[in-house]
C-alpha cells in the first residue's frame, strides 16, 4: 500500500524558511517520479516541482531560484527547500507520485507566510 506523508510546514515571516519533507513507502521510491503541489484557498491546486527517478527538476515559474527539489532514495524521503518566501506561497502542500493509473497524495502540510 502506497503512503506519503508530509511535514515540515508551519509558519513563517516573509523572506523566510522552510524545508518540507513526504516520507514515502510501499513503493520503490528510487523508480518514481515524486512532485510537490500546493493549493491556496479558493484556488485550483496546482504543481510547484517535480524530480524524475534519474533526478531531473522541474520548477513553477513562481517559484523558480526559491524553491528546491530533491529526494533522499536510501530514506525514500522527498523534500522541497523553500527560500525567499512570499505570503503568496501560503497553501496547503501536497507530495504526489503516480503508479499508471493510480495518482497517490498525501494528507497535505500548511505553509503560512506572514508577518
Known amino acids: 500500500q502506497v503512503q506519503l506523508v508530509e511535514s515540515g510546514g508551519g509558519l513563517v515571516q516573509p523572506g523566510g524558511s522552510l524545508r518540507l519533507s513526504c516520507a514515502a513507502s510501499?513503493?520503490?521510491?528510487?523508480?518514481?517520479?515524486m512532485y510537490w503541489y500546493r493549493q491556496a484557498p479558493g484556488k485550483e491546486r496546482e504543481l510547484v516541482a517535480g524530480?524524475?527517478?534519474?533526478?531531473?527538476?522541474n520548477y513553477a515559474d513562481s517559484v523558480k531560484g526559491r524553491f528546491t527539489i530533491y529526494k533522499d532514495n536510501a530514506k525514500n524521503t522527498l523534500y522541497l527547500q523553500m527560500n525567499s518566501l512570499e505570503p503568496e506561497d501560503t497553501a496547503v502542500y501536497y507530495c504526489?507520485?503516480?503508479?499508471?493509473?493510480?495518482?497517490?497524495w498525501g494528507q497535505g502540510t500548511q505553509v503560512t507566510v506572514s508577518s
Open positions: 504526489n507520485t503516480r503508479i499508471s493509473p493510480d495518482n497517490y
Open positions: 510501499g513503493i520503490i521510491f528510487s523508480f518514481n517520479a
Open positions: 524530480i524524475t527517478s534519474s533526478g531531473r527538476t
